[in-house]
Antibody
Framework: EVQLQESGPGLVKPSQSLSLTCSVT????????WGWIRKFPGNKMEWMGY???????SYNPSLKSRISITRDTSKNQFFLQLNSVTTEDTATYYC?????????WGQGTLVTVSS | DVVLTQTPVSLSVTLGDQASISCRSS???????????LEWYLQKPGQSPQLLIY???NRFSGVPDRFIGSGSGTDFTLKISRVEPEDLGVYYC?????????FGSGTKLEIK
């Protein structure tokens, strides 16, 4: 079974970069699409972007040039970097894999942006 | 961006009754390949979102047949027949037809 797990700092200072890792077991990231989704305080959910089986990426334009999703196929991991964070980036961040839908998700990691 | 409008915002249902959630899209969700990439997710308290329905009406593996998705074009519905205690949480519709992919604003299901 596919399992995903997010890891990274839970606290980031404003203007700095947020970096998260998604470690995948049970399936190769050279297949399917691998995405990042965040849930803000309250109920709002936002798709941030994905990296495909070939390494191509697609990002939500709302994040403009702040976002980068990369991968390390040798470790079966993919990564999120979000630059120039503000308090509005405080959210729970999830990684997930997309086949016919986002069928498998990580447990999520809360990232708080605060000085 | 495609806006998905979910109604109601919250829903209080008696155990064993039916619940219905609407998701209306600001544009058609039928893709050029003929498929409609409208999905439903449930986030139970303290858990990650879980997939219920994909391509409008296909139940994901292990999802009870009490969950029924329907609709086309811009109007979609999730019906939950015979609501059980484990059905409580926040339900989201989601579209993967148009970039950027977008979520509805969520419907909170409570048990009376």
């Amino acid at each position: 079974e596919v399992q995903l797990q997010e890891s990274g700092p839970g606290l980031v200072k404003p203007s700095q970069s947020l970096s998260l890792t998604c470690s995948v077991t049970g399936y190769s990231i050279t297949s399917n699409y691998w995405g990042w989704i965040r849930k803000f305080p309250g109920n709002k959910m936002e798709w941030m972007g994905y990296i495909s089986y070939s390494g191509s990426t697609s990002y939500n334009p709302s994040l403009k040039s702040r976002i980068s999703i990369t991968r390390d196929t040798s470790k079966n991991q993919f990564f999120l970097q979000l630059n120039s964070v503000t308090t509005e980036d405080t959210a729970t961040y999830y990684c997930a894999t997309y086949t016919e839908a986002f069928a498998y998700w990580g447990q999520g990691t809360l990232v708080t942006v605060s000085s | 961006d495609v806006v998905l409008t979910q109604t109601p915002v919250s829903l209080s249902v008696t155990l064993g009754d039916q619940a219905s959630i609407s998701c209306r899209s600001s544009q058609s969700l039928e893709y050029s390949d003929g498929y409609t990439y409208l999905e439903w997710y449930l986030q139970k308290p303290g858990q990650s979102p879980q997939l219920l329905i994909y391509e409008v009406s296909n139940r994901f593996s292990g999802v009870p047949d009490r969950f029924i998705g329907s609709g086309s074009g811009t109007d979609f519905t999730l019906k939950i027949s015979r609501v059980e205690p484990e059905d409580l949480g926040v339900y989201y519709c989601f579209q993967a037809t148009h970039d950027p992919l977008t979520f509805g604003s969520g419907t909170k299901l409570e048990i009376k």
